[in-house]
């Protein structure tokens, strides 16, 4: 079976991000962009079938920047087989995002298509579903699971109280919520290996993309609103008085419970 | 202008978050509320099973016949997938999971969370556009009627795709669904194991609460995945987020921060947690929360 797994770089998730002096974007002093969290869940599924079965290939693609280049360099030191780099401009519409990677998704030709089911940068969760439209191919999201069967593959999407188990012959997309394993680290082959390879470039005229679909536009933005200056309470071998105190000032000053 | 506003039912109800989507909206323009209602749901479903294709083709029939410039969908799990394929369908502009949605000159203006919760953004919505909203952002006033709802066919669906089964999670149980509750009660590793849970869950029936955990604990398996608040789990924003023994990881933190009110109760005083907490206690978790679930009890009860 052959995937195709979309990332995106993002600022790691451990970054402290800060609102830019134009006051509609993050500063980009300090960042270390990593994978977004859930692409590298989607990559970890994808190595674990390749993993149950070394027939699989397990390609990468992202459209961005050029530093994205070291987001695929990543995927392939985990241990992806191929990748490609569609350069796009950062503020690319989602839209046209899923037309690109639709796009490479034609030359490619992969069995299941995985993507993070949001990038943690604008957490919108719409690339994925918009390439499976742009594909016409059916989707499964919230994904926790993938499993062949058959001639087809389980997809377990993650819902309130459980997992629905679908059935999917492929073509598919799933858009991937998390993987029971944590996404693997490279190994120190891997890194070596993933220098030499060759990550080849495409633009988005060349794959048939003229940008300009509808989106939205950041005006403005500011960091949550300051909390703290909370009321401290130590237990001081009092803890029945200090509940009694805390459930009372739920109750009569913020008035929740 | 045209609101096209898509509800989810619950069993016979309208899910809370369409109501307070329905009532809101009606400020805006003229507003239409329809629902997708698949034939045949089995027991449980209360609308049938959701699926992306054939729902998707439907909603975006019907918004183009209406003439809708605006269509608003709660951001739940199908909320928020709904939105997107049919927004892709469209064509049309999409801002996902708004808290505050404002008509202006002919556009939307919508505030959003970006970068896992770190920053608030305001966005520009060009129309016509879909907008998935958090539940919560809008207050429902108190005596709203439930609006009248124009129910849908789902169109064909894809034929390569069908659904096998449904896996129960072990431990999922009557409890209120964590992205809608009010209040809720989360706990971390400072719980040590997972036979400790009847603690958490004994304060979160008390207060009517939903459970909640920390990645720590939910990838050690104590918990299920969908228990798990933060940057790669769940953004929730109740009225009352209670922190058991949670150190308050800044991708916790992300998950939560926007709660009304925050109480935290750890044993270390230094804890990112209490830096945000609106009442922290510092102490033993196993000493103060049994009293404080007896001393909410109380209250209750009181009335």
């Known amino acids: 079976m052959r995937f195709l797994v979309c990332i995106k770089q993002v600022p790691d998730s451990t970054v402290r991000v800060k609102v830019g002096s134009d006051g509609r974007s993050v500063a980009s002093e300090g960042i270390t962009w990593s ?10 599924l994808a190595l674990e079938r390749k993993d149950a079965d070394p027939g699989t290939i397990v390609s990468v693609v992202t459209v961005g920047p050029a530093r994205s280049r070291d987001a695929l360099r990543q995927a392939l030191a985990m241990g992806c087989d191929d990748a490609t780099l569609v350069n796009g401009p950062e503020d690319l519409a989602g839209l046209d995002v899923a037309k690109a990677l639709a796009g490479v998704v034609t030359e490619l030709k992969p069995d299941v298509v995985l993507c993070g089911k949001q990038a943690s940068d604008d957490d919108q969760g719409l690339v994925g579903p918009a390439l499976a439209e742009a594909l016409g191919w059916p989707h499964v999201g919230m994904l926790t699971k993938a499993v062949p069967a058959g001639s087809g593959i389980e997809l377990w999407r993650e819902v309130e109280g459980g997992h629905e188990v679908w ?55 500011e960091p949550p609103p300051q909390r703290g200056g909370g009321k401290i309470f130590k237990l001081d071998g009092d803890p029945k008085g200090v509940a009694e105190q805390v459930a009372k000032a739920l109750h009569e000053e913020a008035k929740v419970i | 202008m045209k609101i096209l506003v898509i509800a989810e039912w619950q069993k016979d109800t309208l899910r809370r978050v369409s109501l307070e989507i329905a009532t809101k909206a009606a400020s805006f323009g003229d507003v239409e509320v329809i629902a997708v209602r698949s034939r045949g749901g089995g027991p449980g479903e209360d609308q049938g099973r959701y699926t992306p294709v054939a729902w998707s083709s439907a909603v975006a029939e019907k918004a183009k016949a209406s003439g809708a410039q605006l269509v608003l969908v709660g951001a739940t799990l199908n909320g928020r997938d709904l939105a997107a394929r049919t927004a892709a369908k469209l064509g049309w502009a999409y801002a996902a999971d708004c808290t505050e949605v404002t008509p202006k000159d002919g556009a939307v ?60 999670t072990a431990s999922s149980g009557k409890r209120v669904s964590l992205a809608e509750a009010r209040a809720i009660v989360s706990a971390g590793r400072g719980m040590k194991g997972p036979e400790n849970w009847k603690l958490v869950e004994d304060l979160a029936d008390a207060l009517g609460a939903a459970t909640g955990a920390s990645r720590a604990v939910t990838d050690a398996g104590w918990r299920p995945n969908e228990e798990q608040v933060g940057q ?39 804890a990112d947690i209490f830096k945000i907490a609106d009442y922290g206690i510092v102490g033993d978790l196993f000493e ?16």
């Open chain 2, 232 to 270: 790669t789990g769940k953004t929730v924003t109740p009225d009352l987020y209670v922190a058991l023994g949670i150190s308050g990881a800044i991708q916790h933190l992300a998950g939560m921060t926007s709660s009304k009110v925050i109480v935290a109760v750890n044993k270390d005083p230094d």
């Open chain 2, 288 to 303: 103060f929360v049994p009293a404080f679930t007896e001393a909410v009890k109380k209250i209750k009860g009181n009335g």
């Open chain 1, 35 to 44: 994978i977004s969290p859930y692409d590298e869940y989607a990559i970890e």
């Open chain 2, 109 to 168: 203006e919508a505030k959003r969370p970006m970068y896992a919760g770190k920053v608030r953004a305001t966005v520009k919505v060009p129309l016509p556009a879909i907008v998935s909203v958090r539940a919560g952002a809008w207050t429902l006033p108190a005596g709203a009627s439930a609006p009248s709802v124009t129910e849908i066919a789902p169109a064909a669906d894809d034929p390569r795709l069908a659904f096998e089964r449904f896996e129960p």
């Open chain 1, 167 to 221: 059935k999917a012959t492929p073509p598919v997309v799933g858009l991937v919520h998390k993987s029971e394993k944590e996404p693997r680290y490279p190994s120190l082959p891997g890194i070596m290996k993933a220098k030499k390879k060759e990550i080849p470039e495409k633009d988005l005229a060349g794959l048939g993309v003229t940008p300009g679909a509808a989106k939205i536009e950041v005006v403005a933005m």
